[in-house]
């Protein structure tokens, strides 16, 4: 059988990108989940609670993306370890 | 507007003029090709493609359309900031093997992707028609956000049609002429320009208008109040308040279907497509990915810009009058002239930018997925970047001839639809960048129907001004939950392929030939067969 090596670093390869899927979910959900932010209070500098969470939530979503993006290249760096 | 505010206008137009012209030099190359004119060399670095993409999906429309809902009072606009939050998740995932497969096998358009996954030319007109369809009323909307500026400025002379609307007739005409010349390394230099003064007026006008109207909380307890008179003279008048800061919560899954369809929509549309295949490499849209949003932030302040000017006690002209006007209207009351002047320019500018995009991608979908697919299977790479850019015309004239013949309401009608009929072609696309399952016929049988009963539903939509085309909610199929009607069709859309899949397959319907492998979908520069340049002369589908 040819699998004895690829086989484990690309289980690897996968581990990262299920973690990768899980970090990145919490910014497709939240923005999502409207009844969590619908609401006036409590304010900051003026802004309803509405639209400053959803401000907040940007800055969350760009975070966890370069967290992924930086989990990408360890992926990346395993899948081409794979010995090609 | 005065002369100075004219003066300022007119210059920054002369610079973009220049820079789109010189652009043809720019990272020089032989423009006979669609890969060089088409896609700018496909070498875009993170830096020139943040500016791209985001010139690109950021369009002058949204900029005037967006604060214009909130103007008028309708918070539901404000879902543009959740669906460009969800949607770069998304296409962190998705897109860097689309980038891949379509490197490997010269893809210049979305449509060629699915008709080599797929075996299907069918298929790939399909997508490629949705594509076109959905990006020309997308082309004409950027003049219907220069003609906005134009017409609060004061632009042109008030006598015959033509007078009228000559400035719009030089804006782009210059523009035809630098994406003939140039083809996308135009607009990529001009984004620059054009993001940079967008980033200049949305910063001093979130941080100076509300310093001088009392505040944030001033602002938003003045359109607070401004709305409850409005929905107590509507109830007064026997009609359902409508107004407010926030969504009433039979709203909320309007807002999130909203956001998610929209977002799922974003990269199907050609010219979003366009600008990530011009990048250099996987990393390029990863990094970018996590980029962009700062794009949001901008959009989100720009939609409070709606608030400011209730705030401000902007009064907009025109019967009904035109909340699209707010935006210009708010600078040119608030701002002194100069800086009104750049303001005018930004918005203009950055119409300049997706419209170009725009019409090269729908020219190469014309040129790779109709003309080579149809009627020359052997068009040498000059000819293909030659169709391209004389189709790129063509669809520009077309917008012009649409947004001044035709109301401007019925590109914004259609704009509604475009974005109805592009998520259709996310299982095609999306679903094909992982798994082969979907039958080919299966998935064309799911669109069409899910096209007809689109249109159909937006047909039935009525609003006070519109007996159709009111809006992008019906009521979800057994409920009466309002929803965005683009998400339903993608379930029907989904069903169907699904079920057909099934069907076809279990009666041994020819699946087609799938061109790529499983390799081809996380290649990077730099692995074996991934050059940095294509060779266009190269066939396709080696």
Redesign the interface.
């Known amino acids: 059988m040819s699998h004895d090596s690829p086989a484990p670093a690309r289980r690897s390869s996968t581990g990262l990108w299920v973690a ?2 899980v970090i ?2 919490p ?2 959900i939240i ?5 969590l932010y ?3 209070d409590p ?1 900051l ?4 609670f ?2 400053w969470f ?2 907040a ?3 969350m ?2 975070v ?3 967290v ?2 930086l989990i ?2 360890v992926a ?1 760096r395993r ?1 081409r370890g794979e010995g ?1 | 507007m005065s002369g100075i505010a004219v003066t300022v206008f007119v210059f920054l137009f002369l610079v973009v003029t220049v820079l789109g012209f010189a652009a043809a030099r720019w990272r020089r190359a032989d423009l006979d090709s669609l890969d060089e004119w088409g896609l700018g060399g496909r070498g875009f670095g993170t830096f020139i493609a943040w500016f791209l993409i985001g010139g690109d999906l950021y369009t002058a429309y949204t900029f005037i359309a967006v604060p214009a809902t909130l103007y008028a009072g309708s918070v539901v606009g404000f879902f543009a900031v959740p669906y460009t939050i969800v949607a770069y998740p998304i296409i962190f995932v998705f897109l860097p093997r689309l980038w891949s497969v379509s490197h490997r096998h010269g893809y210049v358009t979305p449509a060629d992707f699915v008709e080599g996954r797929y075996g299907s030319r069918t298929l790939g007109l399909a997508v490629a028609l949705t594509g076109i369809l959905a990006t020309a009323p997308y082309i004409a909307l950027q003049l219907v956000g220069i003609q906005s500026v134009l017409q609060v400025a004061g632009f042109g002379g008030s006598g015959n049609w033509f007078l009228k609307d000559l400035p719009l007739f030089l804006a782009f005409a210059v523009l035809a002429a630098y994406t003939y010349s140039s083809g996308l390394r135009a607009p990529a230099l001009i984004a620059f320009v054009k993001d940079v003064l967008i980033y200049i007026v949305i910063i001093v006008a979130v941080i100076y208008l509300p310093h001088k109207l009392g505040g944030w909380g001033h602002i938003f307890s003045s359109a607070g109040d401004s709305f409850d008179t409005a929905n107590k003279a509507s109830v007064a008048a026997g009609q359902p308040p409508t107004k407010g800061l926030m969504p009433p919560p039979t709203l909320h899954w309007a807002y999130a279907s909203l956001a998610l369809g929209s977002a799922l929509a974003l990269f199907m549309y050609p010219h979003s497509v366009t600008g990530v295949l011009s990048t250099r490499n996987r990393g390029v849209i990863r990094r970018n990915a996590a980029l962009l949003p700062a794009y949001s932030f901008l959009l989100g302040l720009l939609a409070l810009l709606g608030f400011i000017a209730v705030a401000a006690g902007v009064k907009v002209s025109g019967n009904p009058p035109n909340p699209q006007l707010a935006v210009p209207q708010l600078f040119e009351n608030e701002f002194p002239s100069w800086f009104a002047g750049v303001g005018y320019a930004a918005i203009a500018i950055g119409a300049l930018v997706p419209a170009a995009i725009m019409s090269i991608a729908a020219a190469n979908l014309f040129t790779r997925n109709i003309y080579r697919a149809y009627f020359r299977p052997d068009a040498t790479p000059r000819e293909e970047a030659q169709v391209s850019k004389i189709v790129s015309l063509v669809v520009k004239v077309g917008a012009l001839v649409f947004v001044l013949a035709l109301s401007r309401s019925f590109a914004i009608n259609l704009q509604l639809l475009g974005g109805v009929w592009i998520l259709q072609t996310f299982p095609a696309i999306v679903v094909g960048l992982y798994t082969r399952w979907f039958h080919r016929w299966a998935l064309l049988v799911g669109w069409a129907v899910a096209m007809v009963y689109g249109t159909w539903a937006a047909y039935g939509v009525e609003s006070p001004t519109q007996k159709h085309f009111g809006g992008p909610l019906v009521n979800f199929p057994f409920t009466e939950t309002k929803f965005y009607i683009a998400g339903i069709a993608f379930l029907i859309n989904l069903l169907v392929t699904i079920v057909l899949t099934i069907a076809f397959r279990a009666a041994k319907v020819d699946p087609g030939v799938d061109q790529t492998r499983g390799v081809d979908y996380t290649a990077d520069l730099g692995d074996e067969e991934v050059e940095v340049e294509l060779d266009p002369s190269r066939p396709a589908h080696a």
């Open positions: 990768i899927i990145l979910l910014a497709v923005p999502l989940w409207v009844p619908d609401k006036s304010t500098w003026g802004f309803p509405f639209y959803q401000f939530l940007i800055l979503s760009a966890l993306t370069v992924a993006y990408s290249l990346d899948r090609r």
